[in-house]
């Protein structure tokens, strides 16, 4: 192989080296302009962002937006009940804060509420980049504290819930905190559903008429008040369907405001309170009786006298003079009667009853808490006595209303519900009476509104019927305080085809405040009320 010589060398390198150098100047044009390209395109992509944004300044800088986690909850008639709406939480950046005393003074001129120790303490606290000064503030009160351009306070964009209709329904609805986690109501009690609900874009229907419901509130609130209650509750449903119309606990609250309301005014006492029910419960007594065929229809009793049971006297207090039908010791509330009749029925027979009736176990509505009964089985023969009459048992008013549903099912009990059901949906039924004997008992407990303890609560025209009650409340010397009453009324109407029922009690009305002088009116006034409202109409009365 013979050496490249100089000549040749030198002449092959000076005509490779333009080509060389060429290509990489190409290369170095091509990904300029490509790189330009991709510049554009992004900055053509953001100015259509920012036109379908609109104004950037809108959103404040860092702000977060919490997603909708909660649906809106709606009454039977679509009418709005609770919904989610944007908010603002007060915030500060301690580092930011130049004199923290001369901003506290002036944040509590807008917040008098705010106290001025707690805030001074968050907005000297430089071990933590942001603080929390106040939630749930409305957009004028934003626009209040930008005004006084305020360095290191600023806003984070929440959501918080909001019940338009203030107290109305509010022991119904619930209330949430501020990061909107479910407390009490239906918000607690449907929170899966509320959240799934949320996701899909749909609302939360329940089976609440706010027309109903506002009639039911106000009229126990004036017999509240005038009672000197301290508290009261009242329930009305559909008895076939078990839909829940209308309840109220009293005193009321405002869930907007659901923190600044005192623990009484917040307290369930629908569905979260027990009581022993007092007379109510004597006309299960007495279909209980029938349909096990220990006593009948035209069987005459003396109750002139205190019954004796292992040497403790039962007594009336407004005794039956003569013989008395079961009519009557429904009619008149016979202590003596209903005691004679549960001995009769013995204490196993009776307690498969109450099972039945949905008196021994806690009820399932969707309100997020249902108290249990105290329901202790019967030792002896006075505990059988007194259940047989109204104590010894103490349930929830709702537990009540759904027990006397067996007076709109032909003798079968419906679950309360506040979730509506479908036209074709089947219904639950707990059989517990016959039809026949369900149809004896409607015609005594009509007789107890029409000429009994519970006149208060007729209403011409609507056919009403049902039974008052009056349980001494427990507590002093001899297990009972006279002066202390839990006055009731139950009723079922209309009586020529039953279908809605109605339970009002009133807590602590004072000695001789019987169910028929305090509940049964109540009745009475919303029906008269509702009644148009349900496609029934009243007569004025005589």
Same mark, same amino acid.
């Given at each position: 192989?013979?050496?490249?010589?100089?000549?040749?060398?030198?002449?092959? &390198?000076?005509?490779?080296?333009?080509?060389? $150098?060429?290509?990489?100047?190409?290369?170095? #044009?091509?990904?300029?302009?490509?790189?330009?390209?991709?510049?554009?395109?992004?900055?053509?992509?953001?100015?259509?962002?920012?036109?379908?944004?609109?104004?950037?300044?809108?959103?404040?800088?860092?702000?977060? #937006?919490?997603?909708?986690?909660?649906?809106?909850?709606?009454?039977?008639?679509?009418?709005?009940?609770?919904?989610?709406?944007?908010?603002?939480?007060?915030?500060?950046?301690?580092?930011?804060?130049?004199?923290?005393?001369?901003?506290?003074?002036?944040?509590?001129?807008?917040?008098?509420?705010?106290?001025?120790?707690?805030?001074?303490?968050?907005?000297?606290?430089?071990?933590?980049?942001?603080?929390?000064?106040?939630?749930?503030?409305?957009?004028?009160?934003?626009?209040? #504290?930008?005004?006084?351009?305020?360095?290191?306070?600023?806003?984070?964009?929440?959501?918080?819930?909001?019940?338009?209709?203030?107290?109305?329904?509010?022991?119904?609805?619930?209330?949430?905190? &501020?990061?909107?986690?479910?407390?009490?109501?239906?918000?607690?009690?449907?929170?899966?559903?509320?959240?799934?609900?949320?996701? *899909?874009?749909?609302? @939360?229907?329940?089976?609440?008429?706010?027309?109903?419901?506002?009639?039911?509130?106000?009229?126990?609130?004036?017999?509240?008040?005038?009672?000197?209650?301290?508290?009261?509750?009242?329930?009305?449903?559909?008895?076939?369907?078990?839909?829940?119309?209308?309840?109220?606990?009293?005193?009321?609250?405002?869930?907007?405001?659901?923190?600044?309301?005192?623990?009484?005014?917040?307290?369930?006492?629908?569905?979260?309170?027990?009581?022993?029910?007092?007379?109510?419960?004597?006309?299960?007594?007495?279909?209980?009786?029938?349909?096990?065929?220990?006593?009948?229809?035209?069987?005459?009793?003396?109750?002139?006298?205190?019954?004796?049971?292992?040497?403790?006297?039962?007594?009336?207090?407004?005794?039956?003079?003569?013989?008395?039908?079961?009519?009557?010791?429904?009619?008149?509330?016979?202590?003596?009667?209903?005691?004679?009749?549960?001995?009769?029925?013995?204490?196993?027979?009776?307690?498969?009853?109450?099972?039945?009736?949905?008196?021994?176990?806690?009820?399932?509505?969707?309100?997020?808490?249902? $108290?249990?009964?105290?329901?202790?089985?019967?030792?002896?023969?006075?505990?059988?006595?007194?259940?047989?009459?109204? !104590?010894?048992?103490?349930?929830?008013?709702?537990?009540?209303?759904?027990? !006397?549903? &067996?007076?709109?099912?032909?003798?079968?009990?419906?679950?309360?519900?506040?979730?509506?059901?479908?036209?074709?949906?089947?219904?639950?039924?707990?059989?517990?009476?016959?039809?026949?004997?369900?149809?004896?008992?409607?015609?005594?407990?009509?007789?107890?509104?029409?000429?009994?303890?519970?006149?208060?609560?007729?209403?011409?025209?609507?056919?009403?019927? *049902?039974?008052?009650?009056?349980?001494?409340?427990?507590?002093?010397?001899?297990? !009972?305080? $006279?002066?202390?009453?839990?006055?009731?009324?139950?009723?079922?109407?209309?009586?020529?085809?039953?279908? !809605?029922? @109605?339970?009002?009690?009133?807590?602590?009305?004072?000695?001789?405040?019987?169910? *028929?002088?305090?509940?049964?009116?109540? &009745?009475?006034?919303?029906?008269?009320? @509702?009644?148009?409202?349900?496609?029934?109409?009243?007569?004025?009365?005589?």
């Amino acid at each position: 192989m013979r050496p490249l010589n100089a000549t040749q060398g030198f002449t092959g &390198v000076a005509t490779l080296a333009p080509a060389l $150098e060429a290509a990489p100047a190409r290369n170095r #044009v091509r990904f300029l302009a490509l790189a330009m390209f991709v510049v554009l395109a992004l900055l053509s992509g953001r100015a259509v962002q920012l036109a379908f944004a609109g104004d950037p300044l809108a959103r404040p800088l860092g702000a977060v #937006v919490a997603p909708v986690l909660r649906a809106d909850i709606v009454d039977r008639n679509g009418v709005l009940l609770v919904t989610t709406v944007r908010a603002y939480a007060l915030t500060a950046e301690p580092v930011r804060v130049r004199d923290a005393e001369r901003v506290a003074e002036t944040l509590r001129g807008v917040f008098p509420n705010l106290d001025r120790a707690t805030l001074l303490r968050r907005l000297t606290d430089r071990t933590r980049d942001l603080v929390y000064l106040a939630r749930s503030l409305t957009p004028e009160q934003r626009a209040q #504290v930008e005004s006084l351009d305020l360095r290191g306070i600023g806003f984070e964009t929440q959501n918080r819930r909001s019940y338009p209709h203030g107290s109305l329904a509010a022991h119904a609805l619930g209330f949430t905190d &501020v990061d909107l986690n479910p407390l009490a109501g239906v918000e607690r009690g449907l929170d899966s559903d509320i959240r799934e609900a949320a996701a *899909g874009g749909r609302q @939360i229907r329940l089976t609440l008429d706010v027309r109903i419901q506002y009639a039911l509130e106000t009229e126990l609130d004036v017999a509240a008040r005038a009672a000197g209650a301290s508290g009261a509750a009242a329930v009305l449903l559909d008895g076939r369907s078990g839909e829940v119309l209308a309840l109220t606990s009293w005193p009321a609250f405002d869930p907007n405001q659901a923190g600044r309301a005192a623990e009484n005014a917040r307290r369930d006492r629908v569905a979260g309170d027990v009581h022993e029910l007092g007379s109510t419960i004597k006309p299960f007594t007495v279909a209980m009786a029938l349909q096990e065929e220990v006593a009948t229809a035209g069987e005459l009793f003396d109750l002139t006298q205190a019954f004796q049971i292992d040497g403790a006297p039962i007594v009336d207090e407004h005794p039956i003079e003569g013989l008395a039908t079961v009519r009557d010791i429904l009619a008149h509330s016979s202590n003596i009667g209903a005691a004679r009749l549960a001995l009769r029925l013995g204490g196993a027979r009776q307690r498969a009853y109450l099972e039945r009736l949905g008196l021994t176990e806690p009820t399932q509505l969707e309100m997020g808490r249902n $108290e249990a009964p105290l329901a202790p089985h019967a030792r002896g023969r006075r505990d059988v006595a007194g259940l047989g009459f109204g !104590y010894g048992l103490a349930a929830t008013p709702v537990a009540l209303a759904g027990a !006397y549903t &067996v007076f709109a099912n032909g003798g079968a009990r419906v679950e309360p519900t506040l979730v509506p059901r479908a036209p074709d949906q089947d219904v639950d039924r707990t059989a517990v009476f016959s039809p026949e004997t369900t149809r004896q008992l409607m015609s005594y407990l009509r007789s107890v509104v029409t000429s009994g303890t519970g006149r208060a609560a007729d209403v011409p025209g609507l056919l009403v019927a *049902g039974k008052t009650g009056t349980a001494e409340k427990p507590g002093g010397a001899e297990g !009972y305080e $006279e002066g202390r009453n839990f006055s009731s009324f139950a009723g079922v109407f209309p009586v020529n085809d039953p279908r !809605y029922v @109605i339970v009002v009690a009133l807590d602590d009305t004072g000695e001789g405040a019987a169910g *028929g002088m305090v509940a049964a009116p109540v &009745v009475a006034r919303t029906l008269r009320r @509702i009644a148009p409202m349900l496609g029934m109409s009243v007569r004025p009365a005589e």
